[in-house]
């Protein structure tokens, strides 16, 4: 058990930019969910996968934003067209199908000019 | 639709006194309720979960919570807190146990004093 690892830790970008994120859950995790995190705030919810299929989603998600987990392994949520509003906390966490634990990665910190 | 209530962005205790988070949820099923706690620079980790089985559940570090429908309360405590619970901790509940999304609450911050 590796844990749940993201990809960068860091991002900078201009606003107006795309970005795309990487998530790799625990292996043999079938559940992949999307959190969103500002400062002072809890994590809120943005997606989730089974496998490959991406089974809900959140108001939150507008249309600049797509995740894809084509695989069902590694996931990856791409941000188009920044807005500072964006900034932001992006949390990875995986489950398994008969434990309803979610373990988080350490997050992608997304800073947005 | 689910929500949660966490009393007191900031909660500052002496070393070796009694710590008490308060968490209030909002479930319109009955819930499956979590604590988190996130340290500096870290995903979050689950303190303990309550899934309908007993009321009192014992997590990890020494703390525990209590489920109580009729105060709809899910209050994280530990007997004597250490330097090292210094933390952010976070409420959160489920309706559907996990596979739906956990709805988080803002958090609250603990401090401990020397």
């Known amino acids: 058990d590796t844990g749940v690892s993201q990809d960068p830790r860091h991002k900078i970008t201009k606003r107006g930019q795309n970005v795309t994120f990487r998530c790799d859950p625990i292996s043999e995790h079938n559940r992949l969910y999307w959190y969103r995190q500002t400062l002072g705030q809890g994590p809120e919810f943005l997606t989730y996968f089974q496998n490959e299929a991406q089974l809900e989603k959140s108001r939150l998600l507008s249309d600049r934003f797509s995740a894809e987990r084509p695989k069902g392994s590694f996931s990856t949520l791409e941000i188009q067209r920044t807005e500072q509003g964006d900034s932001a906390m992006y949390l990875c966490?995986?489950?398994?199908?008969?434990?309803?634990?979610?373990?988080f990665g350490s997050g992608t910190q997304l800073s947005v000019l | 639709a689910q929500s949660v209530t966490q009393l007191g962005s900031h909660v500052s205790v002496s070393e070796g006194a009694l710590v008490l988070l308060r968490c209030n949820y909002s479930s319109s099923v009955p819930p499956y309720l979590f604590w988190y706690v996130q340290y500096p620079n870290q995903g979050l980790q689950l303190l303990l979960k309550y899934t309908s089985a007993a009321t009192l559940v014992k997590g990890i570090n020494g703390f525990e919570a209590e489920f109580k429908k009729s105060e709809t309360s899910f209050h994280l405590t530990k007997p004597s807190a250490h330097m090292s619970d210094a933390a952010e901790y976070f409420c959160?509940?489920?309706?559907?146990?996990?596979?739906?999304?956990?709805?988080f609450g803002k958090g609250t911050h603990l401090i401990i004093q020397p």
């Open positions: 959160a509940v489920s309706a559907g146990g996990g596979a739906d999304g956990l709805t």
């Open positions: 966490a995986s489950s398994s199908q008969t434990n309803e634990k979610l373990f």
